[in-house]
DNA sequence: TTTACGCCTTCCATCGGCGGGAAGGTCAAG
DNA sequence: CTTGACCTTCCCGCCGATGGAAGGCGTAAA
């Protein structure tokens, strides 16, 4: 299977494809011709990734996570751990824009919005 | 002043000082001997872009808030509509990552999390 | 005077996670 | 034989810095 197929059963751009062999996620065969030739297995690992990728698992907690796949004796603790620990990292991106966005909106709520130029938004910035 | 006392001043790294000036944003003053030379208008600036930036503004948002900054005529409207953008922003950000922190959640807390090997999240992103 | 040290300069490389596009090889259909 | 779709490698760019090398400048002490 050509990169161009893999591509359409991964839902995979061919560059990104072509990124993670690079990088050595999902390492193809060559055919005579040069050109990438994915087995089953390899498709099925490029949407492995492409789901954890999508879940939010950055390249190489899914490098973690396809080691774990392969490995038959693997803890399923293991996965966990590392879920929960992307759910603390969401947890915390959460609580950071949680009060950006009091800031903003308390900023905003204080500004006139009309064609004045006073606004307590720029003075804010500028304070000294 | 030199480069390193802004930096002391305005609580940001050398670097990022120097690399605020190579893209436009706070261009300061050269002594003699080729030393950048910071002003207290520079320092301000420089202040006011950190501020902006700790408050998820990007570089061209610091670019335009602070030539509103600069503009006497501004319409405190246009500030407060680049604020408003802001927070749309991170309210959609929010809402995406609550529910990947769903998602996840889902999944891990239908994982024992033991010694075996069988793992629903795993599997999960293995499914065919 | 020399040495040491700290500050400054420019330039180049790197990070993540790709995307765009050039230059050229390969393959199947008409 | 040509067309067009596919493939290859290669290099550059994005954002927002950050790290480091190589070398100049400034001051103080030995």
């Known amino acids: 299977m050509n990169i161009g197929s893999a591509a359409r059963a991964t ?5 990104t494809i072509r ?7 999902v390492r193809p065969a060559r055919a005579d011709n040069g050109y990438r030739d994915y087995c089953d297995t390899d498709v099925h ?17 899914c490098r973690m996570l396809l080691s774990l796949y392969d490995d038959e004796h693997r ?5 966990k751990a590392l879920t929960l620990e992307k759910i603390g990292q969401i947890d ?14 308390r900023l905003a709520d204080t500004c006139q919005g009309d064609g004045r130029p006073d606004c307590p938004i720029i ?3 500028a304070r000294t």
Do not use: C, M
């Open 123 to 125: 003075s804010d910035l």
């Open 45 to 61: 690992r490029l949407r492995f990734v492409q789901r954890a990728r999508s879940l939010g698992f950055s390249i190489e907690e």
């Open 19 to 25: 990124y993670y062999e690079e990088i050595g996620l």
């Open 75 to 79: 803890a399923s603790a293991d996965v």
């Open 11 to 15: 839902d995979l751009p061919r560059k």
């Open 92 to 105: 915390r991106k959460l609580d950071e824009l949680k009060s950006l966005r009091a800031t903003l909106s």
